[in-house]
């Protein structure tokens, strides 16, 4: 958080599980903690402790305890530059695939799906909408987003290599091209474990679906860039998809 601080970020955006990768999944459930601000976790404490002292906002992929036995949830958090956590997102869309020659992931075994989608906060860089990697693949909640005021829509990942080699570059465009929205994708990168890597390759892409700054798929590192809002509201002006969508013929 820090580096990117002094690099002039005014809002830090980590990727999904930035607290640990729970393997073998019960290890996870052993770790998740409360979102409860009485009693924080040391992880989530000191992500708002530096918050506050570098006066910048984070956006956070965690592990939160639920109330269903044996599984938590996939969630997504927000921290203003006063350390205060101002929004939270649990995870829609569950990652349950078998592909062949590549992973076999059954996220609904060790996670409940969240229920709600958060409205948008806003920022030094805009309006943020909350969304965390499998999320990525459902334009129904980016469009969701974008109609509750969102100018920027995050996905924090930990895609596969196989399905982040095929996939990755293409939705975070996608949405970016739909919503007429900053999509900004932290993504956890390298080794985790014997039998799991992550994909790497986090973006940031403007409304117009250029890529404005990307890390690479080796190492950890910080892209930077700048949101510009009068750029998102002149490619919404000149291009209003949303005011042209048939709502009244896709949404019977």
């Given at each position: 958080m820090r580096l990117a601080s002094q690099q002039g970020a005014k809002v830090v955006f980590f990727p999904e599980a930035s607290d640990f990768i729970g393997n073998p999944p019960e290890e996870a459930l052993l770790l998740a903690q409360s979102l409860d601000t009485s009693s924080p976790s040391p992880f989530l404490k000191g992500l708002c402790e530096e918050a506050k002292e570098l006066g910048i906002?984070?956006?956070?992929?965690?592990?939160?305890?639920s109330p269903f036995q044996g599984r938590l949830y996939n969630t997504h958090v927000l921290i203003d530059p006063q350390g205060l956590i101002t929004s939270s997102y649990r995870k829609l869309h569950l990652f349950d695939v078998d592909i062949a020659h590549g992973p076999r992931l059954i996220e609904s075994n060790t996670t409940a799906p969240g229920d709600i989608v958060a409205p948008p906060v806003s920022t030094a860089v805009g309006k943020i909408g909350l969304g965390i990697c499998y999320d990525l693949r459902f334009p129904e909640m980016a469009l969701k987003l974008r109609r509750m005021g969102a100018e920027v829509l995050t996905y924090p990942s930990a895609f596969t290599v196989k399905t982040g080699e095929a996939h990755w570059e293409v939705l975070l465009r996608s949405r970016a091209i739909e919503t007429q929205c900053y999509v900004v994708a932290a993504a956890q990168v390298g080794q985790h474990s014997e039998k799991r890597a992550s994909y790497g390759h986090a973006m940031i892409v403007d409304p117009w679906?250029?890529?404005?700054?990307?890390?690479?798929?080796?190492?950890?590192?910080?892209?930077?860039a700048e949101v510009d809002l009068a750029t998102l509201e002149r490619i919404r002006t000149e291009m209003p998809v949303l005011n042209h969508r048939r709502d009244d013929i896709f949404l019977k």
């Open positions: 906002g984070c956006s956070v992929g965690i592990h939160e305890k679906g250029k890529v404005c700054a990307k890390c690479d798929g080796q190492e950890e590192g910080i892209a930077v």
